[in-house]
């Protein structure tokens, strides 16, 4: 589109060429050019951001001066537990270590010399799976603060936009503290006044710009991404779709691209980093890398455009795939919808674990612990799906609904009947009734309600130890006794939403070494070839290790990659501890 970027970029050669534009491009970028360095950033779609811009913009950062700052004590060598309790026989301690003396100085270097990238702490969220040796119950989670989109000007409009699932009349929410004053915004007078504002804002917002600008979560890390690159001078050059890698002599040179029906090369001196968002549209490499019943599971958050382009150019100059993760996908629990626009997907990561709601497979029986990761989630489920779509179904009580809405439903005091009368809203009277419409054996979800509600009056789930964990509760209701996270399903009319398995990215990837080397076959690297993100494969051995466990790596190895481009490696020095070198655990996820 003319009226958004130039058609063509300035030169036909760069010292850095970047061939994707959500974090892990932006990251490259920024930090190559922080060193001097020309960089071309070349992407797809007509916007930038990718899957980034639709995410909560969370980055798993261990060690970061602002946890010393805060009193948090986080030496390297509990994170590098904790990641290889997560990665078990899959652990790279060298991708690990890497990483972990990374972090923090790509957080350093980024917040003291660009114009807009800020970070803070999310003091609420900890590591996902806090019973494993080096977890942290917090510190290790980074944000970015909300950001003004006014200030990229008319760049505003290359913005992507995020989920619209995720938003309430184009609004976005912020996670944390301001979501729970949008929850009880009738009953406290401090919540009722941020709500006002927020609302006062976006009507101003729509009608002076048609869109708001008060971006927070994934829009607002992009949107300071973007803006911190253009002030740069790094050149963003959209609708340039890679068509292939050019090399010489074994060494990847460049790309051609196909810019408005034309082919131009663009040459890179010092090398190519692919970071085109992975491959959650692509049927056919999602199968052939996902082992077990979520194989055929195509429900994909990712923007349409992440069709596995970087894996593609790759494996075309002889690159290979690490096929070993049990999650190929970043795998979380979704509803479907129909409408007259088309087919909506919602992502279930809050609702399913507040109090007064229950998941439970085909026949009504609970398979998990309900305020667990994605990953955790959507595995669990598959187990218990004994033929067709992996499915189960979120149950809760009117209290519930009404009070944190479920899925599509917003809570009071919007209306909820319509969603009813469409089916994707389940209701019945009873329980037995709800059962019926839901296909559910009516005596055995009977049961597991009963036996959930003496767990609710006593605060211990006996059964999968939802509420035990720290975040389980910040997820809760403080004044839900004797837990947070519990409270019993008692007063009809009952209602269900039917759950699928979707997936927000992609997991397995291009093998690459700690310096972001694309390997060959023989497990060499191929001269001139990085990649970052999605694209290149997961350092977590296929677990969701935390909120922010996407996007750490997506800025940290970016970060990496520009490094070893510049020159500086950065990957030297951590020590992997003795007691860490027994790699026979499977993944935790496994």
């Given at each position: 589109?003319?009226?958004?970027?130039?058609?063509?970029?300035?030169?036909?050669?760069?010292?850095?060429?970047?061939?994707?534009?959500?974090?892990?491009?932006?990251?490259?970028?920024?930090?190559?050019?922080?060193?001097?360095?020309?960089?071309?950033?070349?992407?797809?779609?007509?916007?930038?951001?990718?899957?980034?811009?639709?995410?909560?913009?969370?980055?798993?950062?261990?060690?970061?001066?602002?946890?010393?700052?805060?009193?948090?004590?986080?030496?390297?060598?509990?994170?590098?537990?904790?990641?290889?309790?997560?990665?078990?026989?899959?652990?790279?301690?060298?991708?690990?270590?890497?990483?972990?003396?990374?972090?923090?100085?790509?957080?350093?270097?980024?917040?003291?010399?660009?114009?807009?990238?800020?970070?803070?702490?999310?003091?609420?969220?900890?590591?996902?799976?806090?019973?494993?040796?080096?977890?942290?119950?917090?510190?290790?989670?980074?944000?970015?603060?909300?950001?003004?989109?006014?200030?990229?000007?008319?760049?505003?409009?290359?913005?992507?936009?995020?989920?619209?699932?995720?938003?309430?009349?184009?609004?976005q929410i912020g996670p944390g503290k301001e979501l729970n004053h949008f929850f009880?915004?009738?009953?406290?007078?401090?919540?009722?006044?941020?709500?006002?504002?927020?609302?006062?804002?976006?009507?101003?917002?729509?009608?002076?710009?048609?869109?708001?600008?008060?971006?927070?979560?994934?829009?607002?890390?992009?949107?300071?991404?973007?803006?911190?690159?253009?002030?740069?001078?790094?050149?963003?050059?959209?609708?340039?779709?890679?068509?292939?890698?050019?090399?010489?002599?074994?060494?990847?040179?460049?790309?051609?691209?196909?810019?408005?029906?034309?082919?131009?090369?663009?040459?890179?001196?010092?090398?190519?980093?692919?970071?085109?968002?992975?491959?959650?549209?692509?049927?056919?490499?999602?199968?052939?890398?996902?082992?077990?019943?979520?194989?055929?599971?195509?429900?994909?958050?990712?923007?349409?455009?992440?069709?596995?382009?970087?894996?593609?150019?790759?494996?075309?100059?002889?690159?290979?795939?690490?096929?070993?993760?049990?999650?190929?996908?970043?795998?979380?629990?979704?509803?479907?919808?129909?409408?007259?626009?088309?087919?909506?997907?919602?992502?279930?990561?809050?609702?399913?674990?507040?109090?007064?709601?229950?998941?439970?497979?085909?026949?009504?029986?609970?398979?998990?612990?309900?305020?667990?990761?994605?990953?955790?989630?959507?595995?669990?489920?598959?187990?218990?799906?004994?033929?067709?779509?992996?499915?189960?179904?979120?149950?809760?009580?009117?209290?519930?609904?009404?009070?944190?809405?479920?899925?599509?439903?917003?809570?009071?005091?919007?209306?909820?009947?319509h969603h009813v009368r469409s089916g994707y809203l389940l209701r019945g009277d009873?329980?037995?009734?709800?059962?019926?419409?839901?296909?559910?054996?009516?005596?055995?979800?009977?049961?597991?309600?009963?036996?959930?509600?003496?767990?609710?009056?006593?605060?211990?789930?006996?059964?999968?130890?939802?509420?035990?964990?720290?975040?389980?509760?910040?997820?809760?209701?403080?004044?839900?006794?004797?837990?947070?996270?519990?409270?019993?399903?008692?007063?009809?009319?009952?209602?269900a939403i039917r759950l699928l398995a979707g997936d927000f990215s992609t997991l397995?990837?291009?093998?690459?070494?700690?310096?972001?080397?694309?390997?060959?076959?023989?497990?060499?690297?191929?001269?001139?070839?990085?990649?970052?993100?999605?694209?290149?494969?997961?350092?977590?051995?296929?677990?969701?290790?935390?909120?922010?466990?996407?996007?750490?790596?997506?800025?940290?190895?970016?970060?990496?990659?520009?490094?070893?481009?510049?020159?500086?490696?950065?990957?030297?020095?951590?020590?992997?501890?003795?007691?860490?070198?027994?790699?026979?655990?499977?993944?935790?996820?496994?």
């Amino acid at each position: 589109m003319s009226d958004r970027t130039t058609h063509f970029p300035s030169a036909t050669e760069y010292d850095v060429l970047v061939i994707g534009c959500g974090a892990a491009g932006l990251s490259t970028a920024i930090s190559a050019r922080l060193a001097g360095l020309t960089v071309l950033v070349a992407e797809k779609a007509d916007v930038v951001g990718g899957a980034a811009a639709r995410s909560g913009g969370q980055v798993w950062a261990p060690g970061s001066q602002l946890a010393r700052a805060a009193g948090i004590v986080d030496p390297p060598e509990a994170a590098l537990q904790y990641l290889q309790s997560e990665a078990g026989s899959l652990f790279d301690p060298e991708r690990a270590s890497a990483y972990l003396r990374a972090a923090p100085r790509m957080v350093d270097e980024y917040s003291s010399r660009t114009t807009e990238m800020r970070f803070i702490m999310n003091p609420l969220a900890g590591d996902a799976h806090p019973q494993l040796p080096g977890a942290a119950g917090s510190g290790r989670v980074l944000m970015v603060p909300e950001f003004d989109a006014r200030k990229l000007g008319q760049r505003m409009t290359q913005l992507a936009l995020p989920l619209k699932e995720w938003t309430f009349l184009g609004m976005q929410i912020g996670p944390g503290k301001e979501l729970n004053h949008f929850f009880n915004w009738y009953r406290s007078l401090e919540s009722a006044k941020v709500v006002a504002s927020r609302f006062a804002r976006l009507a101003r917002d729509l009608l002076t710009h048609g869109r708001t600008t008060r971006l927070v979560n994934g829009q607002a890390l992009v949107a300071r991404l973007f803006k911190s690159a253009l002030d740069l001078g790094v050149e963003i050059q959209t609708e340039a779709t890679a068509l292939r890698l050019m090399t010489d002599a074994g060494k990847v040179t460049g790309a051609v691209f196909n810019i408005a029906g034309e082919q131009v090369a663009v040459a890179s001196r010092r090398g190519v980093v692919l970071a085109c968002g992975g491959f959650p549209h692509d049927r056919i490499q999602r199968e052939a890398l996902q082992p077990g019943p979520l194989r055929h599971a195509l429900l994909p958050l990712a923007p349409e455009g992440n069709t596995g382009d970087g894996l593609r150019l790759a494996l075309d100059v002889g690159a290979t795939l690490d096929r070993r993760l049990p999650n190929a996908l970043s795998w979380t629990p979704v509803s479907r919808i129909e409408t007259k626009s088309g087919v909506r997907l919602f992502p279930h990561l809050i609702d399913k674990g507040k109090p007064g709601f229950i998941a439970v497979d085909a026949k009504g029986r609970r398979f998990c612990n309900e305020s667990g990761p994605g990953n955790d989630f959507v595995r669990k489920m598959a187990e218990r799906t004994e033929a067709g779509p992996v499915q189960g179904y979120l149950v809760f009580d009117h209290a519930a609904l009404r009070r944190w809405g479920a899925g599509m439903v917003r809570p009071t005091p919007l209306p909820y009947q319509h969603h009813v009368r469409s089916g994707y809203l389940l209701r019945g009277d009873s329980v037995a009734e709800l059962a019926g419409k839901a296909g559910l054996e009516p005596d055995c979800l009977a049961e597991t309600i009963e036996r959930f509600n003496k767990f609710a009056s006593t605060g211990i789930d006996e059964d999968f130890q939802r509420g035990e964990s720290l975040a389980d509760k910040r997820n809760g209701d403080p004044n839900c006794k004797p837990n947070p996270a519990l409270r019993a399903l008692t007063h009809g009319p009952f209602y269900a939403i039917r759950l699928l398995a979707g997936d927000f990215s992609t997991l397995s990837g291009l093998t690459v070494d700690a310096q972001c080397r694309v390997l060959d076959t023989t497990g060499q690297p191929i001269a001139g070839l990085y990649a970052a993100g999605n694209d290149a494969a997961s350092m977590m051995g296929g677990s969701n290790i935390s909120p922010g466990s996407t996007l750490g790596p997506a800025l940290v190895f970016g970060y990496i990659a520009a490094q070893q481009l510049i020159g500086a490696d950065v990957t030297k020095e951590v020590a992997t501890p003795d007691s860490l070198h027994s790699n026979d655990r499977e993944p935790a996820d496994a």
